[in-house]
């Protein structure tokens, strides 16, 4: 490691002085340019930038608004996270939800992005909705390997979002309407040519939905039991930006979104004692009510300045936070003479708070060469309480446990991106990032190199390697993304998760509107943690540090893009076959398969435009089972039936597949108004897909298991009208 770390600096600083060297030269041309025509100048390096500014990047993908409107139909609404599971190398996890496994990651180890900030929670109803609304969403760029030494914090992937800033001339809007959710957008000038706003808004009606169907199950419940609940979520985000030049942009960004589940069940209970005329009857109520409420609220200001021609700045001084409120309460009565009652009430509270300021410079001395370096700091403040009172007739326990930790991350980088040749392109860069949180500092070196050499004309090979620490730890006791889990910082009894990836492949632009895309990867990921206590709901927050055995992880494969595109019909085919395991020695003497070691992912694209009124998409997606860990047989029959366990995860699940159909009908009004209407059919073969296996005795004490399956074929519509 020291010989790699010394040999980047060398690389880096030859580059640099190479740089140094010529700025002079460059320098008096780009004056001499300016003379001439300074507005043609900087167009043609600003354009020729976008162009290769990643071009080195293995495992890179960008999407745009197209991208998330074909092929997730699932209630006709777009996703951006559903359209990002689609792409090789990625496991979606538990069907419906918004889980991101990227090259054999857990979903807490991807960072997100919205406007360069990071987001915690990032779905909604339990990850059926993702909370990034792609009426403003601009474009993203996803990173799954080769990450630009910019981007630090996680070690798994990166979700850059990119927002609109809104029309700084014309005013636009959008309203869509689906089966439980709708959608409004409206952008336009606030000083016409100077500045602009974009404001969109998003709410389900799940709760008006269920309060008819609650009444209705009550109504036939005869033996007493009621039943209550509600559920809704809504997200909202603006953004104003003015233009002082079009050198020098400020921009605020606002977003925040909430979910609030209620679920209330009450049943009447009945007790008695004695016989005939002796006998007692008595009467209670078993209650169970849950409130859980969850979300996020960022806000960021953001500031745009060119300094020179070939000099860019850009600062962003943000809040973000994420909070999640869950509140159980359980009470159970008996009566056999005597009564009994036991209530258990708790509630868990997980808070945490980043203040932060970032700098990013990008210069360009020439455009086939490209440095990027920057500073930032953020100021994290972890929350998490818990609080339980339990009663056993006049008996009462009371338990309280919290943490609070206030944690400083700083990160410098460079970059240096350079055309060694026509054909050979060069990213060297290096990170560093330091934690630090009372009684422990953490410093780590992340050097990142990419090299891309085009053999011939449409035919690049690129390599990568890249290392990528990660200091917050999403504490859980469960494997469900849920509001129980919270976010802790490293100490100094807990090491920061670590990675190493090397990529590399082959990247082809064929003749006849083709293209072929095949790379592999190797990755090694360093102080994993697994829940190693009895089942618990909720963390141990007063000892969580010894709660969790430490391990390791490590997954490799090849991933492989087939497409071709028409001005009308596109068609893609993604294939993955991959290895994802797992090592922790209290647990398993040797690697095992990870609960999400999908051996083999297909998925099938097809966007059809038949008219300027027709459009129509279907995708099919195929990925081995994944992995659970249950009982394989009862030890000593007869006396004591202890369940036996071998190694984690040793059931295989069954294979899962479906098809999506979903199509387009636009029409446009004298106006100009453009109304679209979508219908979609989600699992249209009804494929009852194993989400997870129960596994149950027999009479003979032998076990058996039954899959089940949650989601049938699911229709949908939405309604859309574009102003």
Excluded at 245 to 269: A, E, M, V
Excluded at 334 to 347: A, R, V
Excluded at 456 to 481: C, P, R, W
Aim: hydrophobic share 35%; aromatic share 14%.
């Amino acid at each position: 490691m020291t010989r790699t770390v010394k040999g980047i600096f060398a690389s880096m600083a030859f580059v640099f002085c190479s740089t140094l060297c010529a700025a002079a030269p460059v320098r008096d041309s780009l004056a001499t340019a300016e003379k001439r025509d300074s507005i043609v100048e900087a167009t043609v390096t600003a354009d020729k930038y976008i162009k290769e500014a990643t071009r080195s990047q293995t495992g890179h993908k960008r999407l745009n608004e197209m991208d998330f409107i074909y092929g997730n139909v699932v209630f006709s609404s777009p996703d951006l996270i559903k359209a990002i599971q689609n792409l090789p190398g990625v496991s979606s996890g538990t069907e419906l939800m918004s889980g991101l496994y990227v090259h054999g990651g857990e979903g807490s180890d991807n960072l997100f992005l919205l406007d360069g900030v990071p987001m915690y929670q990032i779905s909604h109803l339990g990850g059926l909705f993702s909370s990034f609304n792609t009426d403003v969403v601009e474009h993203l760029d996803f990173y799954k390997s080769g990450f630009p030494a910019r981007y630090g914090g996680r070690m798994s992937s990166v979700v850059d979002v990119t927002t609109s800033d809104g029309n700084f001339d014309e005013y636009h809007g959008t309203f869509m309407i689906g089966v439980i959710d709708g959608r409004l957008q409206f952008e336009g000038p606030i000083a016409r040519g100077k500045t602009s706003f974009n404001v969109a808004v998003r709410r389900s009606w799940m709760d008006a939905v269920l309060a008819p169907a609650i009444a209705i199950v009550n109504r036939k419940n005869k033996d007493g039991e009621t039943v209550g609940g509600t559920y809704a979520f809504y997200d909202i985000n603006a953004s104003v930006t003015h233009k002082f030049s079009n050198d020098n942009i400020f921009s605020l960004k606002f977003y925040h979104g909430r979910d609030h589940l209620k679920l209330k069940l009450d049943t009447p209970q009945t007790g008695s004692s004695g016989e005939g005329g002796d006998a007692v009857t008595a009467s209670g109520t078993d209650n169970l009510n849950t409130d859980i409420a969850w979300g996020n609220t960022l806000v960021s200001l953001n500031w745009k300045y060119r300094i020179l021609d070939n000099l860019k700045m850009q600062t962003v001084l943000y809040y973000t936070g994420s909070n999640a409120d869950v509140q159980y309460y359980w009470h159970d009565w008996e009566f056999d003479g005597t009564e009994y009652s036991y209530s258990l009430d708790e509630t868990n509270y997980s808070r945490i708070n980043d203040i932060a300021l970032k700098t990013d410079f990008s210069w360009q001395p020439r455009p086939s060469h490209n440095a990027r370096f920057g500073v930032s700091y953020q100021f994290h403040i972890y929350n998490p309480s818990r609080h339980s009172v339990s009663s056993e007739n006049t008996a009462q326990n009371t338990e309280s446990s919290s943490q609070h930790y206030n944690g400083n991350e700083f990160s410098l980088y460079a970059e240096d991106e350079i055309a060694l040749h026509e054909r050979v392109y060069l990213d060297l860069g290096l990170r560093y990032a330091m934690s630090a949180v009372p009684g422990k500092v953490w410093n780590r070196l992340e050097p990142r190199a990419a090299l891309d050499v085009e053999c011939a004309d449409g035919i690049d090979f690129k390599v990568s390697y890249t290392e990528m620490n990660q200091f917050a730890h999403l504490v859980s006791t469960t494997y469900l993304d849920i509001p129980t889990n919270c976010w802790l910082p490293s100490t100094s009894k807990v090491a920061p998760m670590h990675s190493r990836q090397v990529a590399g492949g082959v990247y082809c632009r064929l003749p006849h509107n083709l293209r072929l895309n095949i790379e592999g990867w190797y990755k090694t990921m360093d102080n994993l943690l697994e829940y190693s206590g009895a089942n618990s709901l909720f963390p141990p927050l007063d000892r969580w540090e010894t709660s969790f055995n430490k391990g390791r992880g490590r997954s490799y494969g090849l991933e492989t893009e087939f497409g071709w595109r028409t001005e009308k019909l596109a068609l893609t085919a993604y294939y993955t076959l991959s290895w994802s395991q797992r090592k922790f020695n209290a647990v398993w003497h040797d690697w095992y398969s990870h609960r999400h070691d999908n051996r083999h992912k297909l998925t099938l694209m097809g966007n059809w435009k038949v008219s300027n009124t027709v459009d129509l998409y279907a995708s099919w997606n195929y990925n081995s089972g994944g992995w659970m860990t249950v009982a394989t047989h009862i030890y000593n029959p007869g006396e004591v039936f202890d369940r036996i366990y071998t190694k984690p995860n040793n059931v295989n699940l069954p294979d899962y597949h479906r098809l999506d159909l979903g199509a387009n009908f636009r029409k446009t009004s004298k106006g100009g108004k453009e109304h679209i209407w979508n219908i979609g059919i989600y699992n249209a073969y009804c494929r009852k897909n194993v989400v997870f296996v129960a596994v149950n005795e027999r009479e003979d004490k032998s076990l058996y298991g039954t899959g089940r399956a949650i989601f049938p074929i699911i229709p949908s519509f939405s309604y859309t009208l574009k102003f």
